[in-house]
């Protein structure tokens, strides 16, 4: 029997429930599940900010009347990015767009005509990180979008439904502090043969939260460096572990997925989200898009932009030499053995060595080939550094 998951905040909540699926009911080739996801990836893969919809892509096949499948051959309508399609192609299951642009009303309707035609044997909401279940006013709260609107969808449904947090605090936002008075019975930890179904898609994947939390399940412990996350996020014991929640008591906390629980448009959510939180990670990437914008008119070399629509001719790239490379990551290791980083996932890497994001794969095969003992995959174990 079919099972249905709802990958809460996006690309990597998905990879996160395929390595989840694959633990507890096998490796999906006899027994797939359906994961309904966001399109939703950041700069440099999208340069057009917010979620994409159906209206995005091409090459979607109707799977319910408000739901689009995600076939490997579909893909994303310039300027936009995404790497659904990829993940589709990689994944033994069956991706299907989780598409916010008609607010929670159109998510709510979209999760309804997948339990009635799937009749699921269960309907699993996963969040890696636990953003999931914050207020709305934490600090190093960032993107809490994606997940309120999740949140109030599922809680609106008539059916059963069972909320999940994987690797408390994993994604940089909430500390597992902030969520851990929250979370309930342990349903699974990961241990490293979990990890080997979606191996192949962490070499690639930029989710660093899937990332940290495929390491934890690894073993790997220590403090590990993440894009735009302030301090360096814990890899502990508790970091493979998956929880249920009291789905109720969750939308009791977020506050921003009670405020949204009627929307019908996407601005909707949006005005909600900068009245509850004070911000919108939307208007956060419009920000970023329009710098990005000025500095590709200014000349500065950008592999992909889009400016007014259209998308930029690809600057000729200049192979990585591995002679500027080490004295720039040596300084970069020092720094951050001094402050008691152990790892960093290569996204932060790139961005710390003032590299395009886009040569993220690029710099990790540099990298690996030549200090292969320092890839604690799919992380970068920061080296000893003498007197740090």
Not at 322 to 329: D, S
Not at 365 to 378: F, H, K, S, T, V
């Amino acid at each position: 029997m079919t099972r249905l998951i709802v990958a809460a905040g996006g690309g990597g909540d998905a990879v996160a429930a395929a390595m989840l699926h694959a633990a507890v009911h096998g490796d999906g080739d006899e027994d797939p599940a359906v994961i309904l996801t966001y399109a939703w990836d950041r700069m440099p893969i999208d340069p057009v900010p917010g979620p994409r919809g159906a209206h995005d892509f091409t090459g979607l096949e109707r799977f319910t009347p408000a739901v689009w499948a995600v076939p490997p051959g579909a893909r994303p309508i310039p300027p936009a990015g995404s790497t659904l399609p990829r993940l589709a192609a990689e994944l033994p299951h069956t991706v299907v767009l989780l598409d916010p642009h008609h607010g929670v009303e159109g998510v709510t309707r979209q999760v309804e005509e997948l339990v009635e035609r799937l009749a699921p044997e269960s309907v699993d909401v996963l969040d890696v990180g636990g953003d999931i279940l914050a207020r709305g006013d934490e600090p190093g709260l960032r993107s809490p979008l994606a997940d309120a609107v999740t949140l109030a969808a599922c809680c609106q449904v008539n059916a059963s439904v069972r909320l999940l947090v994987a690797g408390p605090g994993l994604d940089g936002e909430l500390s597992a502090d902030e969520v851990r008075g929250v979370l309930g019975p342990v349903v699974h930890t990961f241990v490293p043969r979990d990890v080997e179904p979606v191996e192949p898609v962490l070499e690639w994947h930029p989710s660093e939260a899937a990332g940290m939390l495929a390491a934890a399940a690894r073993g790997v412990r220590g403090a590990c460096g993440a894009r735009h996350a302030g301090l360096p996020v814990p890899l502990t014991d508790e970091s493979p572990k998956v929880y249920e929640v009291d789905p109720e008591e969750a939308l009791r906390r977020n506050r921003l997925a009670r405020a949204v629980m009627t929307t019908a448009t996407l601005d909707e959510v949006e005005a909600h989200s900068r009245a509850v939180c004070g911000h919108s990670e939307i208007d956060d990437e419009r920000g970023e898009a329009t710098g990005a914008e000025k500095r590709a008119v200014a000349g500065q070399p950008l592999v992909r932009q889009a400016v007014a629509g259209q998308v930029r001719a690809e600057q000729p790239r200049i192979a990585l030499d591995p002679r500027a490379v080490g004295p720039v990551l040596d300084r970069f290791e020092e720094e951050a053995a001094a402050r008691g980083v152990s790892h960093t996932t290569f996204g932060h890497l790139t961005e710390a060595l003032g590299l395009d994001g886009s040569r993220r794969e690029e710099l990790r095969r540099l990298l690996i080939g030549r200090r292969p003992e320092q890839y604690d995959a799919p992380l970068w174990r920061i080296a000893h550094v003498p007197g740090a």
